[in-house]
């Protein structure tokens, strides 16, 4: 059976590599598989600390109220933890703009060199 591609809805334990696409240019990349975001600012985004780093992947919670799935339609707040602490203190979040498009990528692709 061929890996799906797109998707509407993805949750967190689908696991695999995902591009959530939103009205920005900027695309926030997931790699469920080690629970990592990696922020890939686009022409006109506001810069963020850490964006184009590799981020240990706390929470995902969407504007429903639930947690761990991302919709295409829906707006989702990604908490993370650049540290590595565990810290409330040092955790960082960031509300990227309405999805409109959640696509299997290939890791190799998007890491070009980058870990």
Known sequence: ???ELEKTELS??????WA??????TVCYLDLDRLLLLRDRGPGSQAF???GDW???VRIASQRGDFGVVRVGD????????GGIGSDD?????IPRTGVAI???DAEEVLGGRS
Not at 20 to 25: D, E, H, K, L, W
Not at 90 to 94: G, K, T
Request: charged share 30%; aromatic share 16%; glycine share 6%.
């Open 1 to 3: 059976m061929a890996a």
């Open 12 to 17: 967190i334990d689908d696991g695999g590599f």
């Open 20 to 25: 959530v696409r939103s009205t920005s240019s």
């Open 49 to 51: 600390p850490f964006d």
């Open 55 to 57: 981020v240990p992947l």
């Open 75 to 82: 707006r989702h707040e990604y908490l993370t933890d650049p």
């Open 90 to 94: 040092d955790y960082r979040w960031w």
């Open 103 to 105: 696509e299997r990528v």
